[in-house]
Antibody, heavy 115, light 112 residues
Framework: EVQLVESGGGLVQPGGSLRLSCAAS????????MNWVRQAPGKGLEWVSY????????YYADSVKGRFTISRDNAKNSLYLQMNSLRAEDTAVYYC????????WGQGTLVTVSS | DVVMTQSPLSLPVTLGQPASISCRSS???????????LNWFQQRPGQSPRRLIY???NRDSGVPDRFSGSGSGTDFTLKISRVEAEDVGVYYC?????????FGPGTKVDIK
């Protein structure tokens, strides 16, 4: 069974940093591209970042470019999102999702940016 | 960026009746590899999104056959042949052809 489990969310002050993790199981992680998608409270879905299976291709939404860094460790079946210079508008549930078709999603981790 | 629009944004339906959601993209979603990465997601209240349809018309495993997807190029449709109570939620179309991948605004389906 495919499972994606996010962790690392929490309350952080504006300008602060957080590192999200996504632990994958039930499939060959190294064979799939991965993504981070977020959803602000009561709002729609926004694709944040994409990383190819080998990490050779990485994309960021303009809203996070220069502040967020996506990475993966195929040996540990894990996906990461380093978030720096956080703003109030980054407050959202962050999901990891498998491949460019969004085949599987985790349960999400809530990031709240507030003083 | 590719802009995805959906209509209607709110869809009250009667149990057992059909429902249809339209999704349009601001440019063609045909990828250079020949695939059209237009996907549909359902998000029930309090849950993570769940993919229903991938690459326009392919139904995911476990998705009831009352759900179907169609379309091409820039114009796509999700149909529910007979709405059931468990279909209440928000439905999103999403394009995975052009980066940044983008979602439609969502269509809220509820029961009349």
């Amino acid at each position: 069974e495919v499972q994606l489990v996010e962790s690392g969310g929490g309350l952080v002050q504006p300008g602060g940093s957080l590192r999200l993790s996504c632990a994958a199981s039930g499939f060959t992680f190294s064979s799939y591209s991965m993504n981070w998608v977020r959803q602000a409270p009561g709002k729609g879905l926004e694709w944040v970042s994409y990383i190819s299976s080998s990490s050779s291709t990485i994309y960021y939404a303009d809203s996070v470019k220069g502040r967020f860094t996506i990475s993966r460790d195929n040996a540990k079946n894990s996906l990461y999102l380093q978030m720096n210079s956080l703003r109030a508008e980054d407050t959202a549930v962050y999901y990891c999702a498998r491949d460019r078709t969004g085949n599987y999603w985790g349960q999400g981790t809530l990031v709240t940016v507030s003083s | 960026d590719v802009v995805m629009t959906q209509s209607p944004l709110s869809l009250p339906v009667t149990l057992g009746q059909p429902a249809s959601i339209s999704c349009r993209s601001s440019q063609s979603l045909v990828h250079s590899d020949g695939n059209t990465y237009l996907n549909w997601f359902q998000q029930r209240p309090g849950q993570s999104p769940r993919r229903l349809i991938y690459k326009v018309s392919n139904r995911d495993s476990g998705v009831p056959d009352r759900f179907s997807g169609s379309g091409s190029g820039t114009d796509f449709t999700l149909k529910i042949s007979r709405v059931e109570a468990e279909d209440v939620g928000v439905y999103y179309c999403m394009q995975g052809t052009h980066w940044p991948f983008t979602f439609g605004p969502g269509t809220k389906v509820d029961i009349k």
